[in-house]
């Protein structure tokens, strides 16, 4: 099947079921990082990921990798560190920093370039994108990024620079959101840390129909506002 290629004069995206099998999910070439663009590409169950160098790429991968707050697996051993936690978790305290300590530090290298990190920092700006903050003292160890679609949380990246603290970010969350009437945490492709955590697969068109419902339920008009959540 050919890859898209899509036009910087035109939002559209092909229909995700159009999605190559091999690389899994991956859909089209192209475009822009605008807000509008990646809006309307989460909107539709589609994300970009690329290597710096090459062109933006948009997936949708089948499975989905998803996990349901109130699934959330806190094994005895994070239960034991979190009542004696050092952390403390805000949100939106300091996206830009959670920005740059998701893109920072990785062997693999990131593909959380500058354009990258521009696009983010305006979705946070119109208040798309959101980040969980954990604080050991007044030092940045660990946090998380992602986007809010009504109901459904698009986690992007975490990053942890102490002992559990990127579970901490995680589990913190989780309660936070399921309050607030959260009901799903998109976690895209399945990796071993998501697993333990307690994320799982879904097939594609199962994750698609959430995003036709769930993003466009609001949750509590509190959830995202500026606050310590631990």
């Known amino acids: 099947m050919r890859l898209i290629q899509l036009s910087r004069d035109s939002l559209n995206f092909p229909p995700p079921e159009m999605a190559l099998r ?8 192209g475009g822009d990082l605008s807000p509008a ?3 309307n590409a989460y909107q539709q169950g589609i994300f970009p990921w690329f290597s710096p160098g090459d062109p933006i790429l948009w997936w949708s991968p089948d499975p ?6 109130e699934s959330f697996h806190l094994s005895r051993s994070m239960a034991r560190f979190h009542k004696r936690s050092p952390y403390r978790v805000t949100m939106n305290h300091a996206f830009p920093q959670v920005l740059e300590g998701c893109a920072s530090g990785r062997q693999e290298g ?20 959101h980040s969980i903050e954990v604080w050991c003292e007044q030092q940045l160890v660990g946090g998380m990024y992602g986007l809010a679609l ?7 990246s975490m990053f942890s620079r102490q002992e559990n603290a990127s579970k901490t970010a995680l589990w913190v969350f989780a309660q936070h959101f399921l309050a607030h009437q959260g009901r799903l945490i998109d976690c895209q492709v399945l990796n071993p840390h998501t697993a333990s955590l307690g994320a799982v697969e879904i ?6 129909q959430y995003v036709q419902t769930l993003a466009w339920q609001p949750v509590s008009e509190s959830c995202w506002h500026t606050q310590t959540l631990f």
Do not use: S
């Open 22 to 29: 091999e690389p899994n999910g991956l859909l089209a070439m």
């Open 37 to 39: 663009r990646l809006m």
């Open 64 to 69: 989905r990798a998803v996990m349901l707050p």
């Open 110 to 129: 990131t593909w959380i370039t500058f354009e990258v990190k521009r696009a983010w920092l305006r979705l946070y700006e119109l208040g798309h994108a």
């Open 150 to 156: 009504g109901q459904i949380f698009c986690g992007e």
């Open 203 to 208: 097939p594609r068109v199962d994750y698609l």
